[in-house]
Nanobody
Framework: QVQLIESGGGVVQAGGSLRLSCAAS???????MAWFRQAPGKEREFVAA????????SYADSVKGRFTISREIAKNTVSLQMNSLKPEDTAVYYC??????????????WGQGTQVTVSS
């Protein structure tokens, strides 16, 4: 059984930092792992992705230069370092595994999500 378990969410003031982690378990193949987020009343949106083998990364324009995605193959984890956080970054953040893409439908496996709240 495949499980993706996120951790590291919380409440932070604008300008602060948080680090999210996602631990994967179970046997499954993937081309990439990614982070998406969903704010209340909005659609789930792409944040960042990393290819599992080569470590190639992709970011949404809204987070470029502020967020960094990384993976540790030996630990089967993916992390998202979030700096210079803004109130508009407030959302539930989801870890996903699947294709290297910006569309949620391309990802087969999802975590339960972790809340990130940025206060102004």
């Amino acid at each position: 059984q495949v499980q993706l378990i996120e951790s590291g969410g919380g409440v932070v003031q604008a300008g602060g930092s948080l680090r999210l982690s996602c631990a994967a378990s179970g046997a499954f193949s993937r081309n990439a792992m990614a982070w998406f987020r969903q704010a209340p009343g909005k659609e789930r949106e792409f944040v960042a992705a990393v290819t599992w083998s080569a470590g190639r990364t992709s970011y949404a324009d809204s987070v470029k230069g502020r967020f960094t995605i990384s993976r540790e193959i030996a630990k089967n984890t993916v992390s998202l370092q979030m700096n210079s956080l803004k109130p508009e970054d407030t959302a539930v953040y989801y870890c996903a595994a699947g294709g290297f893409h910006t569309i949620p439908d391309e990802y087969r496996y999802w975590g339960q999500g972790t809340q990130v709240t940025v206060s102004s």
